[in-house]
C-alpha cells in the first residue's frame, strides 16, 4: 500500500492551460506539503496545510492555489501555466506533533513539462 | 539564500568502501534530517539528529552535528551498490515541516 500518492507521475501540457495534481495519504497524518524540485534537484517547499488549514505559504505565484478537501488530501491547482513551472513537484505529510512528527514522508512526484 | 551546501556534489566510490558527505547551513535549527532519493522517485527519510545531539547511527548509517560549525556529516559504511541515489540534508528551524534542503550529493557505488 502506498503511503502517499499523487497522480499524475507524468503532466505533459501547453503554456497557458490549467493543470491539477491530486496528493492523498493513508498514513493518518495530520499535515501535508506540496515542495517543488527545479531541474537542478533544489527542493523548496511551497505549501504546508494541516488538518485543512493553510499554515505555510511560501512566496509562490497566486496561479498556484493549493487544495485540501479534508486531511488526507491535499491538491495543487496551476493556473495559465508558465515554462518555469516545469519541474518535479513532491507531496508529503508528517504528523507533527508526535514523536518524531519532523519527518516527512514524500510521495514519487509528479513531472510537469510545460511546453 | 537560506539553502544548505553539500559537499562534494558527486562522489564514485567501489561497493564495500566507505562514503561520507558534509552538509553545511546558515541558521540555527532544531534538527537536521538526512534523506535519500533514487532516480526518479521520491525522498526517503533516513535518520534525523536533534540539534543537543553530536552522534547519531542507524545501521550502516552515522551522522554526526556540529551545531557551532553549522555542519554535519553522513557516513554511509562498506556501501553496496543498492546505496546509488541521491543523498540531502535538510534543516528544521520551526518544527512546522518547513525543511530547508541541501543542493544533495550524487552517490555512485560502482559494484
Known amino acids: 500500500d502506498t503511503a502517499v500518492s499523487q497522480t499524475p507521475k507524468y503532466l505533459v501540457t501547453q503554456m497557458g492551460n490549467d493543470k491539477s495534481i491530486k496528493c492523498e495519504q493513508n498514513l493518518g497524518h495530520d499535515t501535508m506539503y506540496w515542495y517543488k524540485q527545479d531541474s537542478k534537484k533544489f527542493l523548496k517547499i511551497m505549501f504546508s496545510?494541516?488538518?485543512?488549514?493553510?499554515?505555510i505559504n511560501e512566496t509562490v505565484p497566486n496561479r498556484f492555489s493549493p487544495k485540501s478537501p479534508d486531511k488526507a488530501h491535499l491538491n495543487l491547482h496551476i493556473n495559465s501555466l508558465e515554462l518555469g513551472d516545469s519541474a518535479v513537484y513532491f507531496c508529503?505529510?508528517?504528523?507533527?506533533?508526535?514523536?518524531?512528527?519532523?519527518?516527512?514522508?514524500f510521495g514519487s512526484g509528479t513531472q510537469l513539462s510545460v511546453l | 539564500s537560506q539553502q544548505g551546501e553539500e559537499d562534494p556534489q558527486a562522489l564514485s566510490i567501489q561497493e564495500g568502501e566507505n562514503a561520507t558527505m558534509n552538509c553545511s547551513y546558515k541558521t540555527s535549527i532544531n534538527n537536521l534530517q538526512w534523506y535519500r532519493q533514487n532516480s526518479g522517485r521520491g525522498l526517503v527519510h533516513l535518520i534525523l539528529?536533534?540539534?543537543?545531539?553530536r552522534e547519531k547511527h542507524s545501521g550502516r548509517l552515522r551522522v554526526t552535528l556540529d551545531t557551532s560549525k553549522k555542519s554535519s556529516s553522513l557516513l554511509i559504511t562498506a556501501s553496496r551498490a543498492a546505496d546509488t541515489a541521491s543523498y540531502f540534508c535538510?534543516?528544521?528551524?520551526?518544527?512546522?515541516?518547513?525543511?530547508?534542503f541541501g543542493q544533495g550529493t550524487t552517490l555512485q557505488v560502482k559494484p
Open positions: 496545510y494541516n488538518n485543512k488549514e493553510l499554515i
Open positions: 539528529i536533534r540539534s543537543n545531539e
Open positions: 508529503a505529510s508528517s504528523h507533527i506533533w508526535t514523536e518524531d512528527g519532523e519527518k516527512l514522508f
Open positions: 535538510a534543516t528544521d528551524s520551526s518544527n512546522t515541516g518547513k525543511l530547508i
